[in-house]
Structures are given as structure tokens and as C-alpha cells.
């Protein structure tokens, strides 16, 4: 079935390529036009405290799995229920990782 209402939310991570990833929290990204993203609010606001905890652990655990050495974002959709279901992993540093170094205070490039 279709995911209604959607929410786009990613979650920037850092690995180092043994096995260790950190998350940097989580984007919301729901705000788009003709699928590119307009606006990224960081933390998601309304995101209850359980499937934030549960989307950050996901997606170290993935990572991790895969001993995933870069910045990358883990992306989920989100349903007003609060589950949450994998969409991809861009493993590069994407535009709007500055939102994320904004509000952590981390380069992500470097």
C-alpha cells in the first residue's frame, strides 16, 4: 500500500570503514518540488522520540554492517503511525549536508 501521509526524513552518518559509524541526527526533507527538495528542517520536527531513536539505529546498523567508510545519508519515509521503511543510502556528501553542520556544529567534509 501507499505510505499516506509521507514524510521524507534522513539521517547523515559518518563511517570510518571498520565498523564504527556515528549518526549526525536527522533531516527532514518532505518539502519538494517535482521530487527535488526545497526546503530541510533538521531535527524533524513532530518526529516522535521512538522513531527517531529507531531510524538513528537502523541506519548505524546498516552501515556498519556494510563497514561503510564516507558521509552518507540513510533515507526512510516515514507514516503517521510512525513506521518507518528504507528508501536508499546516498553515499556521498549531498547539498544539504550544511543543514546538518548548522545544527550539530560538525564539517561533515572534513
Keep these: 500500500g501507499l505510505v499516506k501521509p509521507p514524510r521524507h526524513i534522513e539521517v547523515q552518518c559518518l563511517g570510518d570503514g571498520t565498523g564504527a559509524v556515528v549518526h549526525l541526527y536527522d533531516r527532514d526533507c518532505s518539502v519538494q518540488r517535482r521530487h527535488q527538495k526545497v526546503v530541510e528542517c533538521a531535527p524533524a520536527t513532530g518526529l516522535n522520540p521512538e522513531t527517531r531513536e529507531a531510524l538513528f539505529a537502523d541506519s548505524v546498523r546498516l552501515l556498519s554492517a556494510a ?26 556528501v549531498q547539498v ?3 543543514v546538518t553542520e548548522e545544527v550539530t556544529g560538525i564539517d561533515v567534509v572534513q
Design 67 to 92: 563497514k561503510y567508510k564516507n558521509a552518507g545519508t540513510v533515507e526512510f519515509l516515514v507514516d503517521e503511525l510512525g513506521r518507518h521503511y528504507f528508501i536508499e543510502v546516498n553515499p556521498r
Design 96 to 98: 544539504e549536508h550544511t
